[in-house]
T-cell receptor
Framework: DAGVTQSPTHLIKTRGQHVTLRCSPI?????VSWYQQVLGQGPQFIFQ???????GRGNFPDRFSARQFPNYSSELNVNALLLGDSALYLC???????????FGSGTRLTVV | AQTVTQSQPEMSVQEAETVTLSCTYD???????LFWYKQPPSRQMILVIR??????QNATENRFSVNFQKAAKSFSLKISDSQLGDAAMYFC???????????FGPGTRLSVLP
């Protein structure tokens, strides 16, 4: 079975640009959550979606938004990129009822 | 705010020996889930072990076990018979805050010495 897949694996953006990160959950998992991991720190929760509805939001500015599609895949959008947005962005999926979160390999975003 | 604390930024252990990683947390919830994740240099987060707060029995997964003390809000990880492949960053975390999903600690870097 395929695990959680994230795309792209790496990308470089310029300050002020917009970026879209994508996540495909494990088949049968209806919940997707997003995390930002700055080098040397633990992951910070950004969003959780379940059945296409937002179920949780972390302490991130409105420049960050996300959505979940009918096939349970998800997108994370970040507008007006800042240098401080450079990080590894992780996606995790779970069946919701069973709190077993499986993480993808992440997207490494560099803002220059 | 709900927090998770890992007081040991770095730990080392001899191969085949036992090591315990500490974790404490703060929550006002009565029912929650706690986890230990391992992150090797590849940056892939790998689930090591999970504990449901309403269960009294400590979780065990092969060489990995936890000491869960709910009243003390403590959740330590014990690794027995340490192997070179256990070297990684270990993050303690959990669903301890309603609507905030996962809260992670800052991590403990474990080195395994041959």
């Amino acid at each position: 079975d395929a695990g959680v897949t994230q795309s792209p694996t790496h990308l470089i953006k310029t300050r002020g640009q917009h970026v879209t990160l994508r996540c495909s959950p494990i088949s049968g998992h209806k919940s997707v959550s997003w995390y930002q991991q700055v080098l040397g720190q633990g992951p910070q929760f950004i969003f959780q979606y379940y059945e296409k509805e937002e179920r949780g939001r972390g302490n991130f500015p409105d420049r960050f938004s996300a959505r979940q599609f009918p096939n349970y895949s998800s997108e994370l959008n970040v507008n007006a990129l800042l240098l401080g947005d450079s990080a590894l962005y992780l996606c995790a999926s779970s069946p919701w009822e069973d709190r077993s979160y499986t993480f993808g390999s992440g997207t490494r975003l560099t803002v220059v | 705010a709900q927090t998770v604390t890992q007081s040991q930024p770095e730990m080392s252990v001899q191969e085949a020996e036992t090591v315990t990683l500490s974790c404490t947390y703060d929550t006002s919830e009565s029912d929650y889930y706690l986890f230990w994740y391992k992150q090797p240099p590849s940056r892939q987060m790998i689930l090591v072990i999970r504990q449901e707060a309403y269960k009294q029995q400590n979780a065990t997964e092969n060489r990995f076990s936890v000491n869960f003390q709910k009243a003390a809000k403590s959740f330590s990880l014990k690794i027995s018979d340490s192997q070179l492949g256990d070297a990684a960053m270990y993050f303690c975390g959990g669903e301890i805050s309603y609507g905030q999903n996962f809260v992670f600690g800052p991590g403990t870097r474990l080195s395994v010495l041959p």
